[in-house]
């Protein structure tokens, strides 16, 4: 499939290229071949008539070359603006759609809980995997949702961390509706360790930092909770991860994930597959 695919797309190169430069010489080469001669024509004209010298002639005709370089370069700089503009609307579709997502701000701290009330959601509209769900979370409490494989448990903590929108019902963060809320307090509020984690190709150190500066005993108390610190100790604080995390265990980065969450401090801990 890919040898397919990549034979396909050389093919579409290559008619591209055939006509890129059938282009190029129609407008270049024979073009310019019309303009000099009607450029030396015109000035044998008045040249014989006696109105301009010889010399006049020869000089608008080697000017004539300068005049058709630009031209030359118009169908391209038409085609670049075309697809600049069609850039241009999808970061402007993509930045609207960021700036709706801005919302009001709200303590890192939950002190009533989480509510869900009838709330609804699919990936696909006719295809819900969320169906009219109610449930209350109170802070400070634990809770355990179990569910068979594919039932929507990954989608609901998605959800929560304003990840899947539009949904219908309502969710309350301590009575602040979690679509209004902004993106940077959610996630000041609230950490998710995933199932997948993606890890840099740099040391587990930096990984768990995201790059960001901490107290170092502070990051080294994340990684000691995190069951890290053996990791570290028989592989080598400079020791790279890998991209992606190919260097490591499954188990190993999830352990990177949860130093992360554990390192931000966010009150409100969310573990997809936490037996795992």
């Known amino acids: 499939l890919f040898e397919a695919d990549n034979g396909e797309l050389e093919r579409v190169k290559l008619r591209r290229r055939w006509w890129s430069y059938l282009l190029s010489d129609v407008t270049y080469n024979l073009l310019g071949l019309v303009m000099q001669m009607g450029v030396m024509s015109a000035g044998a004209y008045l040249a014989i008539r006696g109105r301009i010298a010889a010399g006049t002639v020869l000089i608008f005709t080697n000017l004539s070359n300068s005049v058709m370089q630009p031209i030359n370069e118009l169908p391209q700089g038409f085609a670049n603006i075309r697809a600049a503009h069609a850039l241009i609307e999808k970061l402007a579709g993509l930045a609207e759609e960021n700036a709706s997502r801005a919302g009001e701000g709200v303590p890192a701290r939950l002190e009533r809980g989480i509510e869900l009330s009838h709330v609804s959601f699919g990936y696909e509209k ?12 109170k802070a400070g409490g634990k809770y355990a949702l179990v569910g068979a494989s594919g039932c929507g448990k990954t989608t609901l903590l998605n959800l929560l961390m304003g990840g899947c ?76 991860c890998g991209e992606g995390g190919g260097g490591l265990s499954g188990g190993e980065r999830q352990r990177v994930s949860i130093a992360r969450c554990l390192l931000h401090g966010a009150p409100v801990l969310l573990l997809d597959e936490a037996t795992a």
């Open 126 to 137: 006719e295809k819900p995997v969320l169906r009219d769900v109610s449930l209350t979370l």
């Open 165 to 240: 929108e539009p949904y219908d019902g309502s969710v309350h963060i301590d009575g602040h509706e979690l679509s209004g809320i902004s993106p940077d307090s959610l996630y000041d509020l609230m950490s998710l360790i995933d199932q997948n984690v993606f890890l840099f190709d740099d040391t587990i150190e930096r990984n768990v930092t995201m790059f960001r500066e901490f107290p170092p005993e502070r990051v080294q108390d994340a990684i000691a909770r995190a069951g890290l610190s053996e990791v570290i100790s028989r592989k080598g604080a400079d020791y790279r």
